[in-house]
């Protein structure tokens, strides 16, 4: 089992940055495949970035590539999800997950989920 939870949600003003964070306990982290997806109102669970466990391929949904940044830390148990130039749009519930899967940016791959963190960007 891996236990997943979020932090670093809030409210932002468009243009502006916030730094997701998820801190993993239970199974070896970095053995897994970390990613961060997102819900918003009324719209089906994206994907939005994934890192391998060494870190060695990332990938960025086409929506948020040049503007958020997923990185980890296995040292801490940690993935990041650095989020800049914000719109309003990017509102949404963010979710971490951690996969053993084959396929990083589908949902259906990962096995564990976090809670999830509110992101509000407004304009």
């Known amino acids: 089992q891996v236990q997943l939870r979020e932090s670093g949600g809030g409210l932002v003003l468009a243009g502006g940055s916030l730094r997701l964070s998820c801190a993993a306990s239970?199974?070896?982290?970095?053995?897994?495949?970390m990613g961060w997806f997102r819900q918003a109102p009324g719209k089906e669970r994206a994907f939005v970035a994934s890192i391998t466990w060494l870190g060695g391929r990332t990938d960025y949904a086409d929506s948020v590539k040049g503007r958020f940044t997923i990185s980890r830390d296995n040292a801490k148990n940690t993935v990041y999800l650095q989020m800049n130039s914000l719109k309003p749009e990017d509102t949404a519930v963010y979710y971490c997950?951690?996969?053993?899967?084959?396929?990083?940016?589908?949902?259906?791959?990962?096995?564990?989920w976090g809670q999830g963190t509110q992101v509000t960007v407004s304009s």
């Open positions: 239970g199974r070896t982290f970095s053995s897994f495949t």
């Open positions: 997950a951690a996969s053993t899967g084959l396929i990083p940016t589908a949902a259906k791959s990962y096995q564990y």
